[in-house]
């Protein structure tokens, strides 16, 4: 039997790069997203859609996800992945950065489920996973605004899930610690970056984006009546 659809926000590179390819390994069509739609097409996966997309823009994320149910049926997995952090301190941070963050990481994350949640509450089947950080539910410093956001993800996921359930759809979060992707470069304090670099040197390594994509691979691959609602993963070293 044909596997269903899936879409991955955010998936130009790190985790939603390597979700991609885990779940195309395993017979999943794609719907890819994100700004830099070269990076999307130089996967080169097989029965794959990439489209440009700013997640922030409900108008676009929209006509994209209609163009991939025409070709490969109704979204059965949403992996809303896409996110920023631009680390600073409450007081010296330019506003910009955490409207940024609150617009990708909070309201993009709510767009893709708002588009999705009516055809999933409709067929009584369906998976919304939400990438969510150690970040969500633990603080760090300079993190005021980027902690915000995940913490956001965590409560609007926790409502979600009790709202969606009757109806058999589930809302999984995925909460890593550090993972080496692009995510450090968005920060534009280089001291605060230089920071986090010793850290994760002195944890001797951070996970690989691989490790992240494993556990939305298991999550997702549950019977459809198996809820694990939420999976956080760190090194063993990260306290
Ligand atoms: P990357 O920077 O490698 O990936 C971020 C992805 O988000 C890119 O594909 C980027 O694509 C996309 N993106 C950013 N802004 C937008 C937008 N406006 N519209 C559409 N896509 C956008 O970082 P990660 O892989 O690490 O991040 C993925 C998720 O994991 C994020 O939500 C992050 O917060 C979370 N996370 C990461 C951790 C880490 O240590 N790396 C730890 C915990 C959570 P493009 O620029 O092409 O649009």
């Known amino acids: 039997m044909s596997k269903p659809l899936v879409v991955i926000t955010g998936a130009s590179s790190g985790i939603g790069e ?21 990076r999307l097409e130089a996967l080169n996966l097989p029965n794959t859609l990439c489209r440009k997309v700013d997640v922030t823009d409900i108008t676009t ?19 809303n992945n896409a996110g920023v952090m631009l680390l600073g301190d409450a007081h010296t941070q330019d ?25 999933m509450r409709e067929r009584k089947c369906g998976t919304i996973i ?27 996921s926790e409502t ?36 986090y670099g010793d850290w994760k040197e002195q944890m001797g390594g951070v996970l690989k984006a691989q490790d992240v994509a494993n556990a939305i691979e298991y999550a997702y691959g549950q019977p459809q009546n198996v809820h694990i609602r939420e999976i956080a993963l760190t090194t063993t070293r990260q306290p």
């Open 61 to 79: 994320f929209e006509s994209a996800i209609t163009e991939a149910e025409a070709k490969f049926g109704p979204v059965d997995c949403l992996i």
């Open 160 to 195: 979600l899930r009790e709202e969606v359930c009757g109806d058999d759809v589930r809302v999984i979060v995925i909460s890593p610690g550090a993972v080496e992707t692009e995510l450090l470069s968005h920060t534009t304090r280089q001291d605060i970056k230089d920071g």
């Open 18 to 38: 390597a979700a991609a390819r885990t779940l195309s390994a395993k017979g999943h069509p794609l719907l890819l997203l994100a700004r830099r739609v070269d």
């Open 130 to 156: 939400n990438i969510s950080s150690i970040a969500g539910f633990k603080t760090f410093p300079n993190h005021v605004a980027y902690c915000g956001t995940k913490f956001a993800v965590h409560g609007l």
């Open 95 to 119: 506003p910009a950065e955490w409207n940024t963050m609150l617009d990708v990481n909070v309201k993009g994350l709510l767009n893709g489920i708002h588009l999705v949640l009516a055809g």
